[in-house]
């Protein structure tokens, strides 16, 4: 199985922009949920937002509200998130992973289980933001 490979991370200035993309293969896109996680160093991996792929109901951290927007193309099995008015608090590694049919949509972006709440994860693009 082709794991998701995530692209579109760099390097910007605060207040930038950066649009990652995540493509995925027939085998690992998600018909119930998607979302983009994120790690940063010396800090545990945390939610970023969510997608229900059924109803198209968002999902997104109270630390990236307004600013970050998660899309998808179904025809083309792309998860996208939009990263605008981006902060240094941002900076972190960026992952796309599929969701457990089992597992909440909407919370699992406040605490989950990396080993029973995912089905699969990208290998991650990195995101600096400089002040």
């Known amino acids: 199985v082709q794991l998701p490979v995530e692209s579109g991370g760099g390097s910007v200035q605060a207040g930038g922009s950066l649009r990652l993309s995540c493509p995925a293969s027939e085998f690992t896109w998600s018909n119930y949920c998607m979302g983009w996680f994120r790690q940063a160093v010396g800090k545990e991996r945390e939610g970023v937002a969510t997608l229900n792929m059924g109803d198209e109901s968002t999902y997104y951290a109270d630390s990236v509200k307004g600013r970050f927007t998660i899309s998808q193309d179904n025809a083309n099995h792309t998860l996208y998130l939009q990263m605008n008015s981006l902060k240094p608090d941002d900076t972190a590694m960026y992952y796309c992973?599929?969701?457990?049919?089992?597992?909440?949509?909407?919370?699992?972006?406040?605490?989950?289980?990396?080993?029973?709440?995912?089905?699969?994860w990208g290998m991650g693009t990195q995101v600096t933001v400089s002040s």
């Open positions: 992973a599929t969701i457990n049919p089992r597992t909440d949509c909407s919370t699992v972006l406040v605490g989950f289980d990396i080993g029973s709440d995912f089905g699969y």
